[in-house]
């Protein structure tokens, strides 16, 4: 690997990286030992890691401290071991090779791996408050027997020595990219799982995503001197590793390992990547953070080019946002090439770096989108993942519309025809299935990113485009810093609309129940409508008349109990159990059209439009 030579970063690297301030200090304040309300556990790490870059293993502490703010007594605990899914026989490895339509990041890599190219947590030693702990590691998952039970409202602490090697298979994390970046360090250390109101979430890795605990974390990553890290947190020590110069006075390195030390306040997790050949550019947002950007010097003139081009349009992003969902509570975000693809992390993402620029804003604008959508609103990525891609997906698909200034009719489109796809496809699972039980990979990335992207775009059909821009804001208000789930979503947009939406909840998302109505008979001036689907919709329809004129129609649910702000005559509302609904009109009628703008997810839209 090349040297890095610190006079290319002398007047640039981590000036704002020294920027050791908390951020925002969220509104909610969670509150424990209450029962009849919302609480959740709150973790510290105090984590010092030496990594040997030549043979991709590292050895660590972890100081943990755990506050039980449960009305439970835990009588076990669980940690994540993610890097064990990196070893032939995993269930990563096994799911790998026998589900139909595997990941070709993956395939039957896994399984060919050497024992120097597998990935490990290994733990030699657990106390809990000093006491030797007793524990066994069962594939990605370390299940815990404490020495003493934890009352609620108590505070335990946890001292953990581990060592860790980093597997050649990237996926997520990783070494030695196919990009060449030498460390993607994701899901790298014991991780302590969630208990909630639904109990433990001890869930094995075998191919999806995550979920954490809140907390702070303190981590020291010490390292080949030649190495520059970007990642969670803020850097404490710039001037004592070489870099930034904060005093205006830079200290040299000695020896041959740098120690990187970093604070990151009210996180769920930790996520750092290292190379000999980062460039490290940086841009602030005004009345924002300041934006880091990591990538090789190596790549092509055209890819460079692209990493230059993308700062100001990250800029943008945030701006947008923190405008349309709520403001951005770090003082940091960093972009950072590594990993195999794209994936959201505390305070920053991995993207592959040789990317068209169309393509490089894309990933961006979808990885940073998930800074609110799943990581300050964090949900349960296993249960439900549809909220954290498919809402990511909706609004990093209105700030590329916006950014790009591509001016779409509707920027969601694509996504109603790919659900239109999984909905006739007999693959459909409801949303309600677990991330790792999809029968295919494909029926699981168009349910989380396609079919959740439409259920919030879907929503503004039915309740009004401002009203779902008043509930994003408002969700983000009530559940920022917490552990949401679908029913607070919604309750959010009933609060909003005053409308009764648990229907809309359940029947496309908790069902495979599909929507389709059509117009079956025009006379004169007479319409009937059939609803041929099992799913109940609110209608927009317009009427051409004879004349030329047209009118907009408005027709309520009445399970829904209230009207969405419109323009359209509105008329009666249609009960669901009701196959059929039949109005009369005020002129002779030339054609029919229900839902001319397409914001509906009808699955046929051949019977939607009715010619005399």
């Known amino acids: 690997m090349k040297k890095f030579f610190l006079c290319l970063f002398t007047l640039s690297v981590f000036i704002a990286f020294s920027n050791t301030k908390d951020p925002v200090t969220p509104n909610q304040v969670v509150k424990p030992l209450n029962s009849t309300s919302y609480w959740q556990q709150h973790v510290d790490y105090k984590m010092d890691i030496t990594m040997d870059v030549n043979n991709y293993r590292y050895t660590g502490t972890q100081n943990l401290v755990y506050t039980n703010n449960s009305p439970d007594v835990l ?9 064990n899914a990196f070893q032939p026989g995993s ?10 339509d595997p990941d070709d990041r993956v395939g039957d890599r896994i399984g060919n791996l050497t024992p120097e190219e597998i990935g490990y947590l290994k733990i030699t030693s657990l106390k809990q408050d000093g006491i030797i702990l007793n524990y066994d590691v069962v594939g990605t998952v370390l299940e815990v027997q404490l020495n003493k039970p934890i009352q609620p409202g108590e505070k335990v602490t946890f001292d953990m020595i581990f060592n860790g090697q980093v597997p050649l298979q990237v996926r997520r994390s990783g070494r030695d990219s196919a990009e060449g970046v030498a ?3 994701t899901q790298w250390y014991p991780k302590l799982a ?6 433990w979430h001890a869930d094995p890795y075998i191919g999806r995503e995550f979920h954490g605990v809140w907390g702070d974390f303190d981590v020291t990553i010490n390292i080949d001197k030649n190495y520059v890290i970007g990642g969670t947190g803020y850097l404490q020590n710039p001037n004592e590793i070489g870099h930034g110069y904060e005093t205006g006075k830079v200290k040299q390195p000695k020896g041959d390992m740098l120690s990187w030390h970093f604070k990151a306040p009210n996180v769920h997790d930790f996520t750092w990547a290292a190379d000999p050949e980062f460039i490290h550019d940086q841009m602030q947002v005004p009345n924002g953070p300041m934006l880091h950007f990591f990538y090789k010097k190596t790549l092509e003139a055209e890819y460079l080019e692209n990493w230059k081009k993308l700062q100001p349009k990250t800029v943008e992003l945030m701006n ?7 403001k951005y509570p770090y003082n940091q975000y960093s972009v950072i090439q590594g990993g195999d693809g794209g994936m959201e992390y505390a305070m920053c993402t991995l993207i592959t770096g040789k990317r068209k620029f169309g393509s490089l804003v894309g990933v961006t604008a979808h990885e940073l989108a998930h800074t609110w959508f799943q990581f ?5 990525e296993l249960k439900h993942y549809w909220m954290d891609e498919g809402f990511t997906s909706y609004i990093s698909d209105y700030a590329m519309d916006a950014v790009m200034e591509t001016n779409k009719e509707n920027p969601a489109a694509g996504s109603y025809r790919g659900y239109i796809y999984l909905a006739t496809s007999g693959k459909e699972q409801p949303l309600t299935t677990q991330a790792d039980r999809f029968e295919f990979n494909q029926a699981y990335g168009l349910a989380a990113y396609v079919k959740g992207e439409v259920f ?5 059909y039915v309740i009004g485009q401002d009203n779902l821009n008043a509930t994003l804001k408002k969700y983000f208000k009530d559940f920022a810093f917490k552990h949401p789930t679908p029913n607070d979503f919604i309750r959010s947009a009933e609060k909003v609309t005053n409308f009764e939406l648990d229907w809309y909840l359940m029947d496309f998302a908790q069902t495979t129940n599909t929507i389709d109505y059509g117009v079956k008979a025009v006379s004169d001036k007479t319409i009937t409508l059939e609803r041929i689907g099992l799913m109940p919709m609110p209608i927009d329809l317009t009427v051409t008349y004879t004349d030329g004129t047209t009118e907009d129609y408005y027709i309520p649910l009445r399970m829904m109990r209230g009207k969405k702000p419109t323009t359209a005559t509105t008329i009666s509302n249609w009960a669901w159990a009701f196959p059929t609904y039949t109005f009369e009109t005020s002129k002779t009628i030339k054609s029919v059209q229900i839902d001319p703008k397409e914001g509906m997810a009808d699955i046929n839209k051949e019977n939607n439009k009715f010619e005399m």
């Open 75 to 83: 009588h076990r605990v669980y940690y994540h071991l993610y890097f």
């Open 91 to 100: 269930e990563m490895d096994v799911r790998s090779q026998t589900i139909a």
């Open 183 to 185: 460390l993607s360090m």
């Open 194 to 199: 969630e208990y909630d109101f639904e109990g």
């Open 320 to 326: 947008y946002f923190s405008e349309n969902i709520g």
């Open 376 to 380: 300050l609103l964090a949900t349960n």
């Open 456 to 460: 919030l775009a879907q929503l503004g």
